[in-house]
T-cell receptor
Framework: GIQVEQSPPDLILQEGANSTLRCNFS?????LQWFHQNPWGQLINLFY???GTKQNGRLSATTVATERYSLLYISSSQTTDSGVYFC???????????FGGGTRLMVKP | DAGVTQSPTHLIKTRGQQVTLRCSPK?????VSWYQQALGQGPQFIFQ???????QRGNFPDRFSGHQFPNYSSELNVNALLLGDSALYLC????????????FGEGSWLTVV
């Protein structure tokens, strides 16, 4: 099956700093989503981005499907950005999302 | 617009027991998937239901079974619970036709003792 790798696995930032999270995947996909998992476990949709670039406030994401990677940018980080960020993909033939191992982000005040 | 709702939110079971978890999909969605998330890991796909049938299954034993009802809600059943079944169980819903954004519920935290 498809492999999804996220980097870095852990990230500590000072409030106000910027960061870039990366997601590499091993095969063609027709669905790629970024999620933020809050401390209570809920996965919050950030972006549906199988290709191209999207922005939502301080967050933006870019997926280069031909090179099989996606980037999530967080600008002017806030303590509420802390949590785990997951990238998940769906192969062209299939119904399931395959998740990466996540990036655990801690933003310090 | 109600999102994906799951129940119960937390439960504790004893080894060997059986458990049923419930999920109501987001309004307008017809496809429900279940995921298991062990501590410190990413969610793992268990199975997906559409039109009341299991459409795809991940690498989980037959102890894990499910059902989808005519109103699109779903249940996940786990028999003969093992300590290793302790995890967060997440329900996800989507609209099969569009197949785009997939939404998750808040999950059910299962502890097996």
């Amino acid at each position: 099956g498809i492999q999804v790798e996220q980097s870095p696995p852990d990230l500590i930032l000072q409030e106000g700093a910027n960061s870039t999270l990366r997601c590499n995947f091993s095969d063609s996909v027709n669905n790629l989503q970024w999620f933020h998992q809050n401390p209570w476990g809920q996965l919050i949709n950030l972006f549906y981005i199988p290709s191209g670039t999207k922005q939502n406030g301080r967050l933006s994401a870019t997926t280069v499907a031909t090179e099989r990677y996606s980037l999530l940018y967080i600008s002017s980080s806030q303590t509420t950005d802390s949590g785990v960020y997951f990238c998940a993909v769906k192969e062209n033939a299939g119904n399931m999302l395959t998740f990466g191992g996540g990036t655990r982000l801690m933003v310090k005040p | 617009d109600a999102g994906v709702t799951q129940s119960p939110t937390h439960l504790i079971k004893t080894r060997g027991q059986q458990v049923t978890l419930r999920c109501s999909p987001k309004s307008g969605h017809d496809t429900v998937s279940w995921y298991q998330q062990a501590l410190g890991q990413g969610p793992q796909f268990i199975f997906q239901y559409y039109e009341e049938e299991e459409r795809q299954r991940g690498n989980f034993p037959d102890r894990f079974s499910g059902h989808q009802f005519p109103n699109y809600s779903s249940e996940l059943n786990v028999n003969a619970l093992l300590l290793g079944d302790s995890a967060l169980y997440l329900c996800a819903s989507s609209l099969r036709q569009s197949g785009n954004t997939i939404y998750f519920g808040e999950g059910s935290w299962l502890t097996v003792v």
